[in-house]
């Protein structure tokens, strides 16, 4: 089976080429405010330099409460400068990487067999009371 790790860097090229990424704490959030039916999976990115960022920390908290509330899948990552290289262009500068969104305009993008593992895993985490499982991404 394929890992989690390239199931996300194949969800996240496949959701920057229809431009389905929404990247930044503030942005993400005001999706999930006015529209969280329109959110699939939510990446959560931290590396060592941002681990006592208390402000971070609390936006990560209140992003993970809303994610369980509307059921969105949430992993986290962390490796951001990983991250920022599989989000290309989109990422802008590496601190607007620490949530990335993957939203869902049209019903077809549901069936992104990429995103469908992660959904599988991410339900197999929550059944071991791992609410948001870390998830290595692959090196190049």
Request: aromatic share 6%.
């Amino acid at each position: 089976m394929q890992s989690p790790g390239k199931s996300l860097t194949e969800a996240l090229a496949s959701a920057h080429t229809e431009d389905r990424l929404t990247i930044g704490v503030y942005e993400s959030a005001k999706i999930m405010n006015d529209d969280p039916d329109s959110v699939s999976f939510c990446v959560l990115a931290t590396d060592e330099e941002f681990e006592c960022d208390i402000a971070l920390q609390i936006h990560f908290t209140l992003i993970q409460a809303f994610c369980f509330d509307n059921d969105i899948s949430i992993v986290r990552v962390n490796d951001m400068q990983r991250l920022v290289e599989i989000l290309g262009d989109k990422a802008g500068d590496l601190e607007d990487a620490h949530c990335v969104l993957i939203t869902n305009p049209n019903e077809d993008s549901w069936k992104d067999p990429a995103l469908e593992k992660l959904h599988l895993f991410c339900e197999e985490s929550r059944s071991l009371n791992d609410w948001v499982p870390e998830i290595t991404l692959p090196e190049r």
